[in-house]
């Protein structure tokens, strides 16, 4: 590769961004433009340059006549004829970099689909059609044959290869030699999408409302708390009809949407072809078209999870944020962004509103809300004056006296009930995969820190329990400290084993059982919802994902198997998600005429999750959840961020920690700094991890701090420093 010296001002210099595997750099190289190549140049295209021996592809990020280098390369090729990285995008990408000290680079990547990445990866192409114009200039004599074909063009300009295909290939050949036909490329999209089928429902008073009170010229945040079945979708719904009728664009997140099938379609009901769906079920290629119908300005509406926040729509008009509480708008890897926060950002940027919804807000976002930092919208009854259901606790210490292990009396009868009324039954089995922890067979007690008041996580190398927030350790002891039996133990339930027993006790009962595995292959969920719908099934049998927005009219029985398994997650929210959930579960059931009814079985009756719950008192929650917020030093009294220290070599990842942890005492004196102490998950991959958690308040140095401690650890080749602001888990 030969260096160019720069000659003169009149060449022109561009700054380009490149991605380069090893983080070391992350910089803004200079390359001159060749003179052929000088207007296709715009900031947010992508490049071609050489660096070193390989060649990379690399985002526009400056336009330029001057450089301070001496001997500039040459940009080998443009890659793109539309910009990728619009202005807002550019600037939101510097945003995100200073909020999560992530590379710069990674946050313009997390914005775009596969195809778009500045990656020289396998090329994900267009797709065309072939058409064919009439050239009348043309003076020939046709056979009947070829007159056919002719007659294709009396009312239409362009006609498609495959209609002419149809009357004569031979004829068509000739026609195209002898340049009676000239052929036109069309591009087309892989998916096909359905025409608008429905209206918008009659808002009710209350519904009405809350549409009447967002302020759509303004960028206020506002919370949407409505219970289960108070209608919140289709107010999502007319405040988008709104925002299209003064000719704006609106971004619409849900948690995840496969897991949404029902919410999707209705918005395709209402909406049709003016929406463009981003998704996982996707393939690379329908991405890549969505994501250009939505570049073009050729739809309205982005509906998608996390990533879709970054949706390249001009004069957004609306940002909706359903499920708000969910853990999944949280990116867990670098960059590690939270699309509420970039929401809110777009939000000032376009002049519009965000809105945020949930039965169960995150306490962060209530607490924003009574301090008007959020304005606060509520929707307080279900539609149509219907009730939510009563919820039935049931105490599993006397039930597992009684030899009833998995289901209680109760629960048996009830389903045994709704069988014979033909209604249909969902069964929660609560599961996590994420966390060992040791609990009680007997009781279903668990050893807490007595300091960070979280569960312990257990050890199996040195059978210890150790606390992952501050690193309390000690020995674990077969015998309950509760109930005094030995019955400590590591072992949880899965779907299968309470599918088996089930089917003791309902043999002819049809049970669908759903759970990450049943669910992996590409539409199995939407499918199974369907066949469920349907009335295929009698029970539901599942884990998390069957408390996920449902709407199912004939279901009236709502069983939780163990409510306990989220509240022992060594997590400081373990409360507050075990409450979401029991929740939204809950929420399932009597949404139709019918009234419904919820079971839930429990080993500690007793806890504020569970009796909160019970009541459907998501105020009651918040104010006692509060309270042992402020007395901890959790959120959202304080903030968190999350250091880990990851490296093959224990001795070395143990050494550079407390030296972090020093550095930190040293530097920032107003933050409580805990740890560090090995992580959750210790070893992963022979790769020994160790945390560090800082609880803060003001975070202007903290930022500097941290950014410092990131550059310094870029060019350590045995220790990985990662950074997580507000962390999911820890
Ligand atoms: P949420 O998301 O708040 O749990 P949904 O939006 O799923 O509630 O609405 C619950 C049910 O009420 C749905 O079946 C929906 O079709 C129905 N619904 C919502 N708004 C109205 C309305 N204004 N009139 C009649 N039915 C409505
Ligand atoms: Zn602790």
Redesign the pocket.
Known sequence: MCAIILLGGDTLIVGVLVELSNRKIDRIFDYKVNNDLEAKIKLGIRVEVPFGHQILEGFVLQIKKDSEVQELKEIIRVVDEDIILNKELLELGQTMQKKTLSTLISCYQVMLPKALKAKKSATINKKYDIYYRLNKSIDYKFNEKQRLLIDMFKDKELVSRKELLQISSSSLKTLIQKKVLIEEKKEHYRLTYDKKKSNI????LE?QDVVDTVDLLNSETYLLY???????????IKLIDKVLQKNKTAIMLVPEISLTP??VN?FQEVFGNQIAALHSALSEGEKYDEWRRINRGEVSIVIGARSAIFAPLNNLGIIII?EEHSDSYKQDNNPRYDAREIAVIRGKQNKCPVIM?S?TPRLESFARAKKNVYKLLT?PN???GKKLPEVELIDMNIEVKKGNSYFSKKLINAISENLKKQEQTILLLNRRGYASFVMCKNCGYTEKCPHCDITLTYHKTSNMLRCHYCGYATNLVKTCKECHEDAISSLGIGTERIEEELKKHFKDARILRMDYDTTSRKGMHAKMIKAFINQEYDILLGTQIVAK?L?F?NVTLVGVINADTSLNIPDFRSSENTFALLNQVA?RSG??AKAGNVIIQSFNPDHYAITFAKNHDYRGFYNKEMQIRRQLKYPPYYYICYLKISSKDYNEASKEANKIKRSLEKNLKQDIILGPSPANIFKINNIYRYGIIIKYKNDLDLYNILNKLVEHYRSNNKVVLDIDFNPNHF
């Open positions: 429902k009659q808002l009710t519904q409505g219970v289960t079945g108070s209608g919140k979708t289709e107010v999502y029902q919410m209705r359903d919804g039965a929707l279900r539609i149509n927005g709407d009219e929420g949404r139709s």
